[in-house]
């Protein structure tokens, strides 16, 4: 969730031109009660999954933590992870400013088909 969740708000950070940090705090702002869940094998957050949009997230996070593990990257349990998965993934670079400042900026178009990335 968080992958897909913070995407909007990332975004805002790159358009208002925040550094690293900034774009650190503003993204931990937005962060919810359900925007990370626990999906290690010990802790595995199932929480209430009667609920069958609960269970549905659950399935579809697990999911896309399996694929993420496949190609050797980690689930984000952060919003450091986050932005890591970001530049790692190709929808974000770093880069420094004028100021010596590291920023990250984005490629709006094309943005890339994650499909392309992940192989597995």
């Known amino acids: 969730m968080p992958n897909i969740t913070l995407l909007p708000y990332f975004s805002v950070a790159v358009a208002s031109g925040f550094n690293w940090e900034e ?27 009667q609920d069958d949009e609960v269970q549905t997230l659950y399935e579809r ?34 880069t420094e400013d004028q100021q010596g400042q590291w920023c990250l900026d984005m490629i709006i178009r094309p943005l890339r088909n994650i499909d392309e990335v992940l192989i597995n």
């Open 61 to 94: 996070e697990a999911g896309i933590k399996r694929k993420l593990q496949a190609n050797g990257f980690l689930y984000p349990k952060s919003i450091l992870d986050v932005l890591d998965l970001y530049v790692a993934l190709g929808l974000a670079f770093k």
């Open 23 to 49: 774009t650190v705090v503003f993204m931990e702002r937005k962060v919810k009660q359900n925007t990370f869940i626990n999906l290690d094998e010990k802790g595995m957050d199932r929480r209430d999954h």
